[in-house]
Nanobody, 120 residues
Framework: QVQLVESGGGLVQAGGSLRLSCAAS????????MGWFRQAPGKERELVAA????????DYADSVKGRFTISRDNAKNTVDLQMNSLKPEDTAVYYC?????????????WGQGTQVTVSS
């Protein structure tokens, strides 16, 4: 079992930056693929960025490429999302997700979410 807790959300003006952090506890997550998702009011939850357990592979939604950077520190059990050049359309609740496959079974864990609001 892994518990994920996000932090770093808040209110920022368009063009500003925020850094989200997700801290994992319960057991090591070094074998987990980690991701940040977001959900805006009235919209489905969508993938923002993901990173492999080694950190060597990353994926980004087209809408955030070049502005957001995902990183992880397996020694500290954290995964961060650096968000630059924020836009009002980035406003959403951001969720951290951990995924691992063990014994042929996929395990997925979610954090409680942190609100990001970008004002125009």
């Amino acid at each position: 079992q892994v518990q994920l807790v996000e932090s770093g959300g808040g209110l920022v003006q368009a063009g500003g930056s925020l850094r989200l952090s997700c801290a994992a506890s319960g057991r090591t997550f070094s074998g987990y693929r980690m991701g940040w998702f977001r959900q805006a009011p009235g919209k489905e939850r969508e993938l923002v960025a993901a990173i492999s357990w080694s950190g060597s592979n990353t994926d980004y939604a087209d809408s955030v490429k070049g502005r957001f950077t995902i990183s992880r520190d397996n020694a500290k059990n954290t995964v961060d999302l650096q968000m630059n050049s924020l836009k009002p359309e980035d406003t959403a609740v951001y969720y951290c997700r951990g995924q691992v496959i063990g014994g042929g079974v996929e395990y997925v864990y979610w954090g409680q979410g942190t609100q990001v609001t970008v004002s125009s």
